[in-house]
């Protein structure tokens, strides 16, 4: 063995030795300069070569090379073990509960009323209906006359009004006289005066009654739907509301119209959908009261007379509305009980479930 | 409306059963809410003859009965005082069952009766009281229930006197006065069911009276036409008593009070034919003369139940005495809504004057509506009275007041007519039936009108039209078929609009579209609930006292509500100007409730502003506009504790949730330095043109109990409905470089003026726009900072968009800019 060949064993062994005890990526550093450095132990033998022979050089280049290049592996190889060892201990550490209380701010919630409004225009917006709003604080005229409720009219009893002071001074002038609307209806004749036919719109809203019992409040909140184009069968309001509903509750619900009657619509109808607590399973429900259906939304064929007030030929044009109380479908589908928990501010119960 | 299955029959041969009847009644739109079996509760009640009645040995006050029973003997102890031997009574052996009685005197589940020891008589059940079967308006006497003398002992009592009847409780909408009846829903029922048959009207044919009055009386004048038609009957040696048991029942099961035999004759009629009627005590009317004429204005009369009512022009009266120049005739009824005090029926009365008049519904409807009446009749009439049944009522009612009280009757009417409206013929396409129920068979379609009793017209024969057109004339009961849509709606309710098929809408030539309001209130919702906000819906109604509470200053239009005019209570009686004291209520209600943790809570809703103030805050006149608001309030929580570093709210991170409303619609936003009434004095910030960011002043939220600090928020939605679209640009390809810059501020200047100056000092040392972005990165006081000063740290970003700056250049630029700044009077660090 030759005297390069020793050293280079040697070299090599020694290398071995100190590799194993190396625990830290800092002290392979070490170890690397001490025998891949400038003045490291390979180098030294490397810069060797020039003394040798030009017969021995070739082969003797060729056995160092190769050591360097096991070395350099071996200190990659051992790096990496390192940092994996590091890694490791590290991210034991670092480790954090993650079952701790989040920081920074929880979400908020929505109302379910307000969502029940943008979900259902959503939902009708599919079937090309637009919204149209109108004024909270309505004059007598689109409230009630135009929709063929004329002062003396019995359908007035159905709902209590609430009057602005001006309401009472001038008997004759009744028309102008202000209230909070009752219903969304009164979006109906606005839309036809401004946008003509033929038109399908939604109206959602606040509405109110003189009317406070745990059953009723005096602000609720409604959407009145109104279709007016050629032609037009009760059988597309039918599609239009059961496509409504359906969406709604995300499900296929057994639906059924019943006569009914408004004086701003005829024919007139009602729409019961199956109990959505029971499914008309259960006698005793308390959401349906055993009957297995829920009454949620008044319709009809729009009168001639409301067409004639929209500012349009009803001899060309027919259509149809629909009214229906958010506050009710969003409770349904919910499950709130009670009315009045909608409308206090309360956030205990409207992040119910979560902690304070 | 509630209906006596018994008495239905009376007027229809019908094979359904209640249950299908309701059914039906139910889909073709006269709901049936409920259907009820009161004597479901009763069993086991018998009739029975007291044999025998003595005192009861020891105790006093109680009677011992011996009853005969027709199955044996019963003993039954009671301390009513009003038997005597040989009366005839309901029976409750032990076993049998009431309805039980609640405190409210409803009735309730069942009891079972028993034996009960009283002394030493053992009572077998008891006799009971009208109270006792659930009938308490019944038998005016306190104590047993004594029956007619031809009552069959032994008999159930489910089988006499409508005991066992069914109820149907009836919503009648408005459009159908005619169904306010027994007759009416009898109709009804034929139209549903062809095969049934109407029975003749359950009273003696020819009851109408030939005989002349045998006491004086006038005419009767109708100047008004309101009134269409007006009769009187006579029954004379009318001897007032309680009407018979049966009818009693019948009253009372379908929610009127039984009185005497005259006033339930009038009432009794009323339900099963839907007449209101009214009788006068002749000896009691001022004059023999009936005028029914227009009230004057001012006009006043003293109603039956005891009120005084100021009338107008628009009331109609019944009045007595003959109208002449200068002097009015006496008021004697308020026309079709109610009876005047003085002219009723007294215990005593010996001659009634029965009146039966068609009045106008809109009449009745106006004064009814106007005075807050709604009596059996005002509600009848101003539903529509069909015209052809004064007449009939009057003879109907004459012929119970002879059955009832021996009065003696046969008298002619005395009758006065204005014209009659005549049901007009209503034309039926075929054309429309197809289009509104996508089904057209007119010959079924006929048949269907007819059997609800409109009749095709025969004048309308139509050669010109063919088969596909047809008029037909309603019945004068129906006065709310006068379009062709309401014959339609009688075809289509009676075929159930279940049937018509399913359609969804056709194509339009627009699109639907959510419109600017709704989606940007979609969009903000999204935003504030995802940064920890709560929605709330609050009332649009404030007590006034929210003037105050936010000491709103006079010349602030949000210290001018609008005032209700009938509000529902104290509490809701303005309109609210601004959401604020609604989301104080909700954190209110949310700390009372026991939430201790962060309140934080928007609403989206309407403001009520009035165009200008108002002296008189009650009165009117003035315009008024409604106003979309986005409003937001913030509270740390009674306990904010958490294992973290503080993360409580404070102004600008309130002022984060601000901006990132505003920025979602691509606005920025200055806030500058502001005032609001409410607000805290040193954190009140007004975002110019959209709202105000402020801390409650530490009064008012003393004030309303809250012991951390409240941070509100509102903002004009209208200016946020169109979007600001973001502008676009590429960082630039060179480098940045980065210099800070340490001064003292005094803390009168904000930062965005420091901004604005170190901005302009770069501008002014540069062709060419270099300073990308300046940020303040730290912010400090204390130790080393003199009184009113704060230490502000910034970081200048200095980028070209042609070049890379070079250092040199980027010292001279900065060390030039400190320069500037320092002479402005900065302190430089």
């Known amino acids: 063995m030759s005297d390069l060949e020793n050293q280079v064993e040697e070299v090599k062994s020694s290398f071995d030795r100190a590799v194993v005890s190396i625990a830290t990526t800092d002290a392979l550093q070490k170890l690397k300069v001490q025998y891949l450095g400038k003045k490291g132990a390979l180098t030294v033998l490397l810069k060797s070569l020039g003394s040798l022979s030009p017969e021995e050089r070739p082969l003797a280049g060729e056995t160092l090379n190769a050591l360097r290049d096991a070395l350099e592996q071996k200190i990659e190889d051992k790096r990496q073990t390192l940092i994996r060892a590091e890694d490791a201990e590290a991210e034991a550490l670092g480790r954090v509960d993650v079952t701790l209380p989040p920081r920074g701010r ?46 003396w009219h019995p359908a007035r009893d159905m709902q209590d009004t609430f009057y602005f002071p001006d309401s009472e001074e001038s008997d004759g002038e009744t028309s102008k006289r202000r209230l909070l609307r009752t219903h969304t209806s009164p979006v109906q ?29 005096p602000m609720f909140n409604q959407l009145e739907g109104l279709l007016v184009e050629k032609d037009v069968s009760f059988s597309v309001l039918k599609g239009s509301l059961i496509e409504l509903m359906n969406g709604f509750f995300g499900r296929e619900l057994k639906s059924r119209f019943r006569a009914s009657y408004f004086p701003f619509t005829e024919p007139s109808m009602e729409l019961d959908i199956e109990c959505v607590e029971c499914g008309g399973k259960n006698s005793n429900c308390r959401v349906c009261r055993g009957t297995g259906w829920l009454e949620v939304c008044g319709m009809g064929m729009t009168h001639p007379f409301v067409i004639r007030a929209g500012g349009i030929d009803p001899e060309e044009y027919n259509g149809f509305a629909f009214g229906m109380g958010l506050d009710r479908m969003a409770m349904l589908k919910y499950g709130i009980n009670d009315l009045r928990y909608l409308f206090d501010g309360n956030v205990s119960y409207f992040l119910s479930g979560r902690d304070a | 409306m509630i209906v006596s299955w018994q008495l239905l029959n009376r007027f229809v041969d019908l094979s359904a059963s209640p249950e299908e009847a309701a059914f039906r009644l139910t889909m073709s739109g006269a709901e049936v809410e409920s259907i009820e079996r009161p004597g479901a509760l009763i069993s086991g009640v018998v009739v029975a003859r007291v044999q025998s009645l003595e005192r009861h040995p020891s105790k006093e006050n109680l009677f011992v009965a011996e009853l005969d029973t027709s199955k044996g003997k019963a003993v039954c102890v009671t301390a009513a005082t009003n038997l005597k031997a040989g009366d005839k009574v309901f029976y409750g052996a032990p076993g049998a069952t009431l309805p039980g009685i609640t405190p409210h005197g409803a009735a309730s589940e069942k009891v079972e009766l028993g034996l009960r020891d009283f002394g030493e008589v053992r009572s077998e059940g008891m006799m009971l009281s009208a109270a006792e079967l659930g009938l308490p308006d019944v038998d005016i006497v306190e104590g047993i229930l004594v029956l007619p003398g031809d009552a069959p002992v032994g008999a159930d009592a489910l089988s006499l006197y409508g005991l066992g009847d069914v109820l149907l409780d009836i919503s009648v909408t408005p459009n159908r006065g005619d169904l306010l009846s027994v007759l009416g829903i009898a109709r009804e029922l034929k139209g549903l069911y062809p095969d049934s048959v109407l029975k003749p009207m359950p009273w003696e044919e020819n009851v109408a009276g030939t005989k002349d009055w045998p006491v004086e009386f006038g005419t009767i004048a109708l100047p008004d036409d309101g009134c269409l038609n007006y009769h009187l009957g006579l029954a004379t040696n009318v001897g007032i008593a309680p009407s018979p048991l049966e009818i009693r029942v019948a009253l009372a099961r379908l929610g009127m009070r039984p009185i005497s035999n005259i006033v339930d004759a009038t009432n009794y009629v009323m339900l099963l034919l839907g007449q209101p009627l009214h009788a006068f005590d002749l000896n009691t009317l001022p004059e023999r003369e009936i005028t029914v004429r227009s009230a004057s204005e001012g006009e006043k009369i003293v109603t039956l139940d005891g009120k005084e009512r100021l009338l107008t022009a628009k009331d109609m009266l019944v009045t007595s005495g003959k109208e002449t120049l200068g002097a009015r005739t006496r008021p004697i009824s308020l026309a079709g809504v109610m009876g005047g005090k003085q002219t009723g029926v007294h215990d005593d009365t010996g001659i009634v004057v029965l009146e039966g008049a068609s009045f106008s519904a809109r009449r009745v409807g106006h004064t009814s509506r106007r005075l807050g009446v709604a009596s059996e009749a ?28 021996g009065a003696t009757t046969g008298y002619k009417k005395i009758s006065a007519f204005n014209a009659q409206p005549e049901p007009q013929p209503v034309v039926l396409t075929k054309k429309k039936l197809q289009t509104y129920l996508l089904w057209s068979d007119m010959e079924e379609s006929t048949q269907i009108l007819e059997g609800y009793g409109i009749r095709r017209a025969n004048k309308f024969e139509s050669e010109k039209f063919g088969e596909n057109v047809r008029a037909f004339t309603p019945p004068t009961w129906r006065p709310d078929i006068a379009i062709e849509e309401d014959l339609i709606e009688e075809i289509g309710r009676y075929r159930g609009y279940d049937k018509a098929p399913v359609r969804l809408p056709g194509v339009l030539p627009r ?10 209130a979609g969009v903000l919702r999204a935003c504030a609930i995802a940064r920890g906000y709560v929605e709330a819906i609050t009332y649009s109604f404030l007590p006034e006292s929210f003037v105050s509470t936010l000491r709103l200053p006079d010349d602030d239009l949000r210290a001018h509500p ?8 104290q509490d809701w009686m303005t309109m609210r100007t601004t959401l604020l004291p609604g989301l104080l209520n909700g954190l209110r209600e949310s700390v009372a409730s026991g939430w201790r943790g962060p309140v ?14 108002h002296s008189d805050s009650r009165s009117h006149s003035a315009g008024h506009r409604e106003l979309d608001v986005l409003a937001g309030l913030v509270y740390s929580g009674t306990d904010p504790r958490t294992p973290w570093a503080e993360t409580r709210d404070d102004f600008l991170s309130v002022k984060a949730d601000v901006l990132a409303l505003l920025e979602i619609r691509g606005r920025g936003a200055a806030f500058t330095r502001g005032s609001e009434p409410f607000g805290h004095a040193g954190q009140t910030a007004l975002i110019p043109g959209i709202g105000y960011l402020a801390r409650l002043s530490p009064a008012i939220e003393r004030e309303l109990g809250f012991a951390e600090p409240v941070y509100v928020f509102e903002l004009t939605l209208t200016v946020l409905e169109n979007a600001e679209k973001p502008v676009y640009t590429p960082a630039s390809s060179f480098p940045a470089s980065f ?20 901005r302009a000092s770069v501008d002014e040392r540069s062709s060419a726009k270099i300073l990308e972005s300046v940020k303040l990165f730290d912010i400090y006081s204390g130790k080393g900072i003199p009184e009113g000063y704060r230490g502000m740290a910034f970081s200048l970003c200095y980028r070209a968009f042609d070049r890379t700056l070079n250092d040199e250049e980027v010292d001279k630029i900065h060390n030039s800019v400190r320069d500037a700044l320092s002479k402005k009077g900065y302190n430089m660090r």
């Open chain 1, 106 to 151: 929880p979400a908020g919630a929505f109302h379910p009323v307000a969502q029940t409004m943008h979900e259902i225009v959503a939902i009708m917006q599919g079937l090309g209906y637009s919204v149209a709003l109108g004024p909270e604080i309505e004059e007598d005229y689109y409230n009630f006359e135009c929709l063929n409720m004329p002062s």
């Open chain 1, 189 to 217: 004749v606005r839309a036809m005066l401004r946008y003509g036919a033929p038109l399908r719109i939604v109206c959602p809203g606040r509405v109110y009654r003189r009317d406070n019992d745990p059953t009723h409040s």
């Open chain 2, 378 to 405: 005002a509600f009848r009439y101003s539903r529509g009275v069909d015209p052809t049944l004064s007449a009939l009522g009057v003879d109907y009612a004459l012929f119970l007041m002879s059955e009832w009280s």
């Open chain 2, 511 to 520: 699109r639907g579209d959510i419109g600017a309001e709704t989606s940007l």
């Open chain 2, 562 to 569: 609008l005032f209700l005019a009938n509000p529902i209570s």
């Open chain 2, 600 to 613: 934080r809570l928007f609403e989206i809703g309407r403001v009520f502003l009035r165009d200008e103030p």
């Open chain 2, 739 to 758: 210099r800070d810059i340490s001064m003292l501020v005094s803390n009168d200047r904000t930062q965005d003026e420091v901004l604005a100056e170190i």
